[in-house]
């Protein structure tokens, strides 16, 4: 398919024009015109583009681009590299950052709560990138840690006292610790997001509402290949999802 198609459709589905974002969101980066497969991943490093190259990717999908307000502007060291590399494979960068959190489907935050088997009277967006809803049944912090443990793969860091029954829940993927008052005042049991501050301890344990950071990348690993799944299904592009690890 023409690349061009690929982009507009993208953009319209996650309605980018809705956001005011820290990136440019749609194409970063443009290489081959003609598209046959997508690969998907949370970041665009280097080692997510080698393997994209690898696995004979036309254009790649990502949360996490480049060009990010406040950045140093100028095309050396690192940047430089990453942006040579995709110019000299002729590979397209397609980026969705805050559009991709918010999606009421495709979306991380909708994605993670498929993952956790978080309920359906979630409220997504709106003005806020804070998702609220509730667990099927009550269980305690520790039993809940547990599993979203062996969802993610990945040990969460917990504040908040184990024993204690949890039931509703507040949710944003990625650096969300910022949004952690808007949880404590929509008077939550527990607010999952993927990292944590100094600070975020003080307010969990002041304000008795628990908090796990489950992790940044591993939070935000859903969201991008289901939009990757659905472009596949909607176009008839081959797809594959490229997990480059990160402990962050
Ligand atoms: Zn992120």
């Given at each position: 398919?023409?690349?061009?198609?690929?982009?507009?459709?993208?953009?319209?589905?996650?309605?980018?024009?809705?956001?005011?974002?820290?990136?440019?969101?749609?194409?970063?980066?443009?290489?081959?015109?003609?598209?046959?497969?997508?690969?998907?991943?949370?970041?665009?490093?280097?080692?997510?583009?080698?393997?994209?190259?690898?696995?004979?990717?036309?254009?790649?999908?990502?949360?996490?681009?480049?060009?990010?307000?406040?950045?140093?502007?100028?095309?050396?060291?690192?940047?430089?590299?990453?942006?040579?590399?995709?110019?000299?494979?002729?590979?397209?960068?397609?980026?969705?950052?805050?559009?991709?959190?918010?999606?009421?489907?495709?979306?991380?935050?909708?994605?993670l709560a498929?993952v956790l088997g978080l309920?359906?009277?979630?409220?997504?967006?709106?003005?806020?990138?804070?998702?609220?809803?509730?667990l099927?049944?009550?269980q305690t912090l520790s039993d809940f840690s547990t599993f979203v443990h062996s969802q993610l793969q990945r040990a969460p860091l917990v504040?908040g006292?184990l024993?204690?029954?949890v039931?509703?829940i507040?949710w944003?993927t990625?650096?969300?610790?910022?949004?952690?008052?808007?949880?404590?005042?929509?008077?939550?049991?527990v607010y999952i997001s993927g990292?944590?501050?100094?600070?975020?301890?003080?307010?969990?344990?002041?304000?008795?509402?628990a908090y796990i950071a489950a992790g940044?990348?591993a939070t935000?690993?859903?969201?991008?290949?289901?939009?990757?799944?659905?472009?596949?299904?909607?176009?008839?592009?081959?797809?594959?999802?490229?997990?480059?690890?990160?402990?962050?």
């Amino acid at each position: 398919m023409e690349l061009k198609q690929l982009v507009n459709y993208t953009r319209q589905i996650l309605q980018v024009d809705q956001f005011k974002d820290y990136c440019p969101n749609g194409l970063q980066v443009e290489g081959r015109l003609e598209v046959n497969k997508i690969a998907s991943g949370v970041s665009a490093s280097l080692a997510f583009l080698e393997a994209a190259r690898d696995a004979g990717a036309d254009a790649v999908l990502v949360h996490h681009g480049y060009f990010w307000k406040n950045e140093a502007p100028c095309m050396v060291g690192v940047k430089r590299k990453r942006i040579k590399f995709l110019l000299d494979n002729e590979i397209s960068l397609l980026a969705f950052h805050l559009p991709l959190d918010a999606h009421p489907e495709l979306g991380n935050n909708a994605q993670l709560a498929r993952v956790l088997g978080l309920s359906a009277e979630t409220n997504f967006g709106n003005e806020s990138l804070v998702a609220s809803g509730s667990l099927v049944v009550p269980q305690t912090l520790s039993d809940f840690s547990t599993f979203v443990h062996s969802q993610l793969q990945r040990a969460p860091l917990v504040i908040g006292d184990l024993n204690r029954s949890v039931q509703s829940i507040a949710w944003c993927t990625g650096a969300a610790q910022g949004y952690f008052d808007e949880a404590i005042a929509l008077g939550v049991d527990v607010y999952i997001s993927g990292e944590i501050s100094e600070q975020t301890v003080h307010l969990a344990r002041e304000s008795g509402v628990a908090y796990i950071a489950a992790g940044h990348h591993a939070t935000e690993r859903y969201g991008v290949r289901a939009l990757g799944e659905h472009l596949s299904h909607h176009f008839g592009l081959s797809h594959e999802f490229i997990d480059i690890d990160n402990p962050v």
